[in-house]
């Protein structure tokens, strides 16, 4: 396990954008991911990166407003969002694990991951 710490949430008005930052992951961290989660709502994946691919996978609800990175050199990952919904509102948390070869399937399960940073909160108002 590793220690994660997430920064970048605040309020921001419908339409706006954040970038959510989180370190540090190693160089034996395989897979990241950003999740969420809403008052009264189940924590939702919205974005994955592999870490030594760059491969991203998008939930249906962010696709095409939201994009994960990586820099290696900083150990920092990245979730840019742009387009931003009141929907969208939430803490989000950050994600890794040095588990190799996960399938695509489990990316959204909170259980295939061993570390998590505590939260940054995002809120946005209409």
């Known amino acids: 396990q590793v220690q994660l710490v997430e920064s970048g949430g605040t309020s921001v008005q419908t339409g706006g954008s954040l970038r959510l930052s989180c370190t540090a992951y190693?160089?034996?961290?395989?897979?990241m991911a950003w999740f969420r989660q809403a008052p009264g709502k189940e924590r939702e994946g919205v974005a994955a990166?592999?870490?030594?691919?760059?491969?991203?996978r998008y939930a249906d609800s962010v696709k095409g407003r939201f994009t994960i990175s990586q820099d290696n050199a900083q150990n920092t990952l990245y979730l840019q969002m742009n387009s931003l919904k009141p929907e969208d509102t939430a803490m989000y948390y950050c994600?890794?694990?040095?588990?190799?070869?996960?399938?695509?399937?489990?990316?959204?399960?909170?259980?295939?991951?061993?570390?998590w940073g505590q939260g940054t909160q995002v809120t946005v108002s209409s």
């Open positions: 994600a890794a694990t040095d588990r190799r070869y996960v399938s695509v399937s489990s990316i959204w399960y909170g259980t295939t991951y061993n570390s």
């Open positions: 190693t160089p034996s961290t395989y897979l």
């Open positions: 990166i592999y870490r030594q691919t760059g491969a991203k």
